[in-house]
């Protein structure tokens, strides 16, 4: 058992990039797990890895050697997978990531929840607005409110959600209200954007009579963080473009307006992906049959008012 943990942090430490992360997500320390690269080194002879002060890259040993070790490491997860679907009692850990805002209050809030349902799955969440690449990061299953470009991952939809137009109603006395996708263009208001690197929001997606028309958009803040927008468009700093279910409390209580009703977002699809490896693992499956129930539930919960 010892060499195939040995194996698990070599192949952590490939994909990851450091020792650190790499310990942090095995949840050992740094030092720990650099023993374990050590014996894993001394057991075949050979160096694995170029070594920086930062970053560690597989030396073409390395490479040749992450190649069988992944294998191996699926090989030993879908065995696993296939006994607990016999026993009845599904254990491990599930690695699961969705967006900020979305994912604290509804994926991470409801995790306390499914474990004391299975109390033999660990469930690893990690938050983030940015894309993540499932497979490189060894992601099991991702919530992602938007377009899926990755056509090896699986992808289980669970629902369209509605989004508006936003702003504060001390931005719009001060600004004017918008009343087409004309008045966004040109800097004539302040549009909040939600970007990083790689991010692919420089354009809002509104129907019209005519159909869906592409508005580029600019402004003069913008940010990973899409609650970071939300408090700055409560601020009264521009317009912010968000899923309705998020900023509903706001609306109900007159922090924000809904502006441009005739000319609405496009909705935007919330789903979950996972690789294909994961189809027959029952954690992952009752985990996203759970999650998607609760998803449907507490979006339309927010809109009703009942959250």
Same mark, same amino acid.
Request: hydrophobic residues 45%.
């Given at each position: 058992?010892?060499?195939?943990?040995?194996? !698990?942090?070599f192949v $952590?430490? =490939?994909e990851?990039?450091n020792?650190s992360?790499a310990?942090?997500d095995m949840?050992i320390s740094p030092a720990?797990?650099?023993n374990r690269i050590?014996?894993?080194?001394?057991?075949?002879? =050979? +160096?694995?890895?170029n070594?920086t002060?930062?970053?560690?890259?597989p030396t073409e040993?390395?490479? =040749?050697f992450?190649?069988?070790?992944?294998?191996?490491l699926?090989?030993?997860a879908?065995?696993? !997978?296939?006994?607990?679907?016999l026993?009845?009692?599904?254990?491990?850990?599930?690695?699961?990531t969705?967006?900020l805002?979305?994912g604290r209050r509804?994926?991470a809030?409801g995790?306390?929840?499914?474990r004391d349902?299975?109390?033999e799955i660990?469930?690893r969440?990690?938050?983030?607005? @940015?894309?993540?690449?499932i497979?490189k990061e060894?992601?099991?299953?991702?919530f992602v409110?938007g377009t899926?470009?990755d056509?090896?991952l699986?992808l289980r939809?669970?629902?369209?959600?509605e989004?508006?137009?936003?702003?504060?109603?001390?931005?719009?006395?001060?600004r004017g209200?918008p009343?087409?996708? !004309?008045?966004?263009t040109?800097r004539?208001?302040d549009?909040?954007?939600?970007?990083?690197?790689g991010s $692919?929001e420089?354009c809002? @997606?509104?129907?019209?009579p005519?159909g869906?028309k592409?508005?580029?958009?600019?402004?003069?803040?913008d940010?990973?963080d899409?609650d970071?927008?939300?408090?700055?468009?409560?601020?009264?700093r521009?317009?912010?473009?968000?899923?309705r279910?998020?900023?509903?409390?706001f609306i109900?209580?007159?922090?924000l307006?809904?502006?441009?009703?005739?000319?609405p977002p496009a909705?935007?699809?919330?789903a979950a992906v996972y690789p294909? +490896?994961e189809f027959?693992d029952?954690?992952?499956r009752?985990?996203?049959?759970f999650m998607?129930?609760?998803?449907l +539930?507490?979006?339309?919960? !927010?809109?009703?008012?009942?959250a």
């Open positions: 058992m010892a060499y195939l943990d040995n194996i !698990a942090v $952590r430490v =490939v990851l990039g020792l992360s310990g942090r949840r720990v797990a650099s050590a014996e894993l080194e001394k057991h075949l002879g =050979v +160096r694995l890895f070594r002060t930062r970053q560690l890259t040993h390395g490479r =040749v992450y190649d069988g070790a992944k294998k191996v699926d090989a030993v879908g065995a696993e !997978a296939s006994v607990s679907a026993s009845g009692h599904p254990r491990g850990a599930i690695r699961v969705a967006p805002g979305f509804i994926i809030s995790i306390p929840e499914f349902l299975y109390p660990d469930v969440l990690r938050l983030s607005d @940015h894309d993540v690449d497979l060894s992601i099991d299953i991702a409110l899926l470009e056509s090896s699986r939809s669970i629902m369209d959600i989004r508006v137009l936003v702003a504060a109603p001390a931005y719009l006395a001060k209200e009343k087409e996708p !004309a008045d966004l040109a004539k208001h549009c909040l954007l939600l970007r990083y690197p $692919r420089h809002w @997606h509104l129907q019209t005519q869906a592409k508005v580029e958009i600019e402004g003069p803040f940010s990973d899409g970071v927008l939300t408090g700055w468009a409560i601020a009264g521009g317009i912010v473009c968000k899923p279910f998020d900023v509903e409390p109900r209580d007159g922090r307006k809904i502006i441009m009703a005739d000319f909705p935007i699809k919330l294909h +490896r027959q029952p954690k992952i009752l985990f996203l049959d998607a129930e609760r998803c +539930r507490m979006v339309r919960s !927010a809109l009703s008012g009942k």
